[in-house]
Structures are given as structure tokens and as C-alpha cells.
């Protein structure tokens, strides 16, 4: 299977509930003051820098939700790709406080409403990475012409609002094995898992 003009894209949605939305963070100490926002940075260099071998990075998008209040979302870097945690850390922060380069967009949403527009199935299905969910390789996916996103928990999995969503949504729980990883490297998989799917 090839793939079809700009239309299979595959997300990744980060969910940060502990990060605040004002960018307030200090570079010298993500993970700390941060609240972990280091691996929101982590996510954004393995999504469009190290983790696709030849899956276009035109057909890659990431978005990263601040607080349940404002959705950070990135399309194609291109060749201003910043460099390593702290060169993507600078972007988060500058988009955050109101200067966002041309392929960030930020907009106020919560939880619920982006589960509700990024969930519509048959054409833009949602799944929940999660360790305990049913096994990548025993999971339907439709490749071509449909947007895949996959959501990710931060670094305590998903807190309670998240999963009284995801049950009333009734999203599928995807997963990569019964090992805890980092959401980098789920990210890395999951795009070495669709460049497999499409050859
Ligand atoms: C570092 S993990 C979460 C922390 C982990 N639950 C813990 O307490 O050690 C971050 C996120 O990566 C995703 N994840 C990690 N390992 C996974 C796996 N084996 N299968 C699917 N998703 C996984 C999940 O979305 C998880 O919430």
C-alpha cells in the first residue's frame, strides 16, 4: 500500500494536565519547575526529527494539551527544526506566551472538546496508548484515508478526568506491550509501526 497524497496523517496528542499554560518555565530546569514539560520535548524530536525512517513528516502532526486549557499543535518543522530538548523547550515556551512560529498553532480547548473533534469514526479515529490496552498487532487500523491520533499519558499515565473520558467515549485502549515507556519512544514505534503497515 502507497501512501495517498497528504491524506494518512498520524497524530500524536501529549497530555500534560500538570504543565501550566503560561510558558512560565525556566529552560535550565524542565523537568523540575517544568513540571516535566521535558517530555512534551522529547515527544516533538522523536515525532519529526529521529523517530520517522520514510514516513513523510508532511503527514505528521503533534498537538500537546497545557492544563485541560490550551492545545499546542505542530505540523511540519521543516528545515527550522529545532535542535534537541532545549531548542524545542524555547519553542513550546515562546508559542505558550504569544510568539508561536509559523508551523505551531495555539488554541484554548479542553480535554473533552478535542477528544470530540479528533474522534470521528471512519475518518479521524482516537486511540488511547495504554499499557494495559488491547495489543497493537490485534487492533483494527484503517491506514489509508483516515487520521489516525493517538493519545498519550504524561509521565503518571492518565489522571482521573482523563479516564472518566476516555470510558464515556468509549475510546479504544492501544498497546505497544505490557513495559511502561517513554512517550518518546511510544511515539518512535507507532510511526516505525505505520511505515511497516504501508509497505
Ligand atoms: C511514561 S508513561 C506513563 C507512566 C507509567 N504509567 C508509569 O507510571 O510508569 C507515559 C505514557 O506513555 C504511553 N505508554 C507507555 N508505555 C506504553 C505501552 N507499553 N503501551 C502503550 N502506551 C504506553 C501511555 O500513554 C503512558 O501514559
Redesign the pocket.
Known amino acids: 500500500m502507497q501512501l495517498d497524497s497528504g491524506r494518512t496523517v498520524l497524530r500524536f496528542i501529549q497530555l500534560l494536565p500538570a504543565v501550566s499554560a503560561s510558558g512560565d518555565f525556566p529552560l535550565r530546569d524542565l523537568p523540575g519547575i517544568g513540571k516535566r514539560v521535558d517530555?512534551l520535548c522529547r515527544d516533538l524530536a522523536a515525532c519529526f526529527d529521529w523517530g520517522p525512517s520514510d514516513w513523510p513528516l508532511s503527514q505528521l502532526e503533534l498537538s500537546a494539551l497545557f492544563s485541560d486549557q490550551v492545545l499546542l499543535t505542530f505540523q511540519t518543522p521543516n528545515e527550522r527544526m529545532p535542535i534537541g530538548e532545549r531548542g524545542w523547550a524555547m519553542v513550546v515556551k515562546n508559542a505558550l506566551q504569544g510568539n508561536p512560529p509559523d508551523y505551531v498553532r495555539v488554541t484554548q480547548d479542553n480535554l473533552e472538546s478535542m477528544i470530540r473533534n479528533v474522534n470521528q469514526p471512519s475518518r479521524s479515529q482516537l486511540w488511547?496508548?495504554?499499557?494495559e490496552?488491547k495489543h497493537f498487532r490485534d487492533c483494527k487500523i484503517q491506514v489509508s484515508g483516515t487520521k489516525n491520533s493517538f493519545?498519550?499519558?504524561?509521565?503518571?499515565?492518565?489522571d482521573s478526568r482523563a479516564e472518566e473520558l476516555v470510558s464515556k467515549y468509549g475510546l479504544p485502549r492501544?498497546?505497544?506491550?505490557?513495559?511502561?515507556?517513554?512517550?518518546s519512544h511510544?511515539v518512535a514505534s507507532v510511526i516505525s509501526k505505520f511505515e511497516r503497515m504501508v509497505k
Open positions: 517530555v488511547v496508548l495504554h499499557e490496552g493519545m498519550l499519558g504524561d509521565y503518571r499515565g492518565f492501544i498497546s505497544l506491550g505490557g513495559t511502561s515507556y517513554l512517550s511510544c
